[in-house]
């Protein structure tokens, strides 16, 4: 019986949690220092062993204090974005949703470029935080503008978004073009998405929005189902459709939010993966959620290694290599339309 | 069963539905008929509670649908809606398993109890064939039949239908119009359907309701509502009728303009 089981979201979620560790696992034996491949797994292994083992303490540095940290937080940004964007896609009924489609993440880009241009992006919570609000005060007028009666219709909230998002991309555009060569750089690197901003703290910062935004829309999934097909239908089997719009658009701004404070607009990524994991795991969203985002950061960790690695000592924003793979993916997916499901 | 008791709506500043009483009882096969924009489909919305009134209410066994819970209506009222989307779409199966969402709550996966209702509604529906197909895989009249499955996995006591036949060719309407049939007088099922064929309407319900402008025109048996005069003044064009030869009921026959 081709079902979705508990026990088959499990199995899947396991597998594809594994191959999470395994791009992880080789993204931190690579980078422009050149650390052995075993030597970086066993200080890896030390470490968690709470050792000291394993290589010089430069080497040690840059394995335990860089790249796996880096990783993680690019593994966090990649799960966030795919679920945010798989989402929208059902809430919108819109294959080409993505998670910056409510323009959450121009408001984050203000708040980036306003820290980078005041200075902040040398304080290592400075930037990601003035972002993150910049991102979660836009969420709030997007949502003030868009719900009519206490209710939220999409086409409004859509509207919303994209005419807040073209306000904003003007005032990006103005202080961009009132900038020093200097910020300029820096500006145009978050813009296309970059890790190399943030540290072992962005983490911190954004773990707990993820996690909180993750859940919240996991617990209505099988809600998300039925959404899928109208509000209407929806209504007919017995759903709250306020109450489940109202809880996801919200968890999956937060999430867009708190993903993009920390490494600028990383493009693709939130609207390729849940296309990907569809084809391969089918539409419900009870195991398209944590498909995609295990796909999601397996796919983010392994771009940001591309990105650090392709030109090194040159490091490229991670937005390039994600947008490299992810148009002539898209463009095969267009073409072919082929369903490969294995469920 | 339901009785609905004088209501009124408006969307915006006209009024769609004005002062519309009525009562279905259990086991009743009721068709709702009249002109596009008469209210048909507003009814059956309001019927579900996607809609609420602006005056009057609706009983449902002598308690205010807007007093119930969406799961609970869900649980007793099924809808057939015209077409749906079809974005990603399900399997079958997958389909009409979802129709037992409003008894999972907060429960994130059906169990094997709901697996078997879920079975016996596509044995019923004669789906079970095409179980593993995916909704965009299968004809106009096989599709209708997996709504039907989804809503006979509700259990419900109410069917909904809205517009069922109207993308199906005469067999397939035949098939699925008697397919409702057999679940009205078999398992005692309660069915309205709003209807544009006004002799579909007359050969399968028991009892009529022709709307004109969102009031009730008049109600009753086919024999009572389908008369040349009805017709022709809620529809503003000329018809003729008669009788089916086989079945004895009210039958319409269109007419060009100025051949009556």
Known sequence: MKIITFKKVITFSIFLGLLFILVVLISITMGSVKVPPLRSLHILFQSILGLKGGGNETERAIILSLRLPRAILAGLVGAGLSVSGATFQALLRNPLADPYILGVSSGAAVGAILAILLGLGTFSFGLPLISFLGALLTVLVVFYFGRQDGKIHPNTLLLAGVIIGSFLSALIMFFISVSQKEELHTIIFWLMGDFSFSNARAILIIFPYILLGFFLLYRRSRQLNLILSGEENAVQLGVDVERLKLVSYLSASLITAASVSVCGLIGFVGLIIPHAVRLIFGPDHRLLIPASALVGASFLVASDTVARTLLAPTELPVGVITAAFGGPFFIYLLRTRKVIRIL | ?260
């Not at chain 2, 009882?25 to 709702?32: A, I, Q, S, Y």
């Not at chain 2, 993308?167 to 008697?178: A, E, P, V």
């Open chain 2, 1 to 260: 069963m339901i009785e609905v008791n004088s209501i009124s709506f408006r969307y915006h500043d006209d009024w769609v539905l004005e002062d519309v009483s009525f009562r279905a009882e259990r086991g009743e096969f009721v068709g709702l008929i009249g002109p596009n924009g008469s209210g048909k489909t507003t009814l059956l919305k309001i019927l579900y509670g996607l809609l609420t009134p602006q005056k009057g209410e609706i009983l449902f066994e002598l308690v205010p649908i807007k007093k119930m819970e969406r799961a609970d209506i869900a649980k007793r009222i099924a809808v057939v809606a015209q077409e749906t989307h079809l974005l990603f779409p399900f399997s079958v199966l997958e389909t009409v398993l979802m129709g037992r969402s409003p008894y999972l709550g907060h429960l994130m996966f059906e169990n094997e109890k709901d697996l078997e209702i879920a079975k016996k509604a596509m044995e019923w529906t004669k789906i079970v064939p095409f179980s593993e197909r995916h909704m965009d895989e299968l004809s106009g009249g096989e599709r209708k039949r997996v709504f039907i499955a989804r809503a006979l996995a509700q259990e419900p006591e109410v069917i909904l239908l809205d517009e069922p036949t109207a993308s199906l060719d005469i067999q397939h309407q035949i098939d699925f119009l008697d397919l409702i049939l057999t679940l009205n007088r078999e398992r005692g099922l309660t069915i309205i359907m709003a209807s544009h064929d006004i002799n579909i309407a007359s050969e399968f319900c028991d009892r009529l309701i022709l709307l004109q402008g969102g009031r009730i025109y008049q109600m009753g048996t086919p024999e009572q509502v389908i008369t040349k005069d009805n017709i022709e003044t809620v529809y503003g064009c000329e018809v003729w009728i008669d009788r089916n030869p086989i079945s004895g009921i009210p039958r319409i026959s269109l007419l060009k303009k100025g051949r009556s």
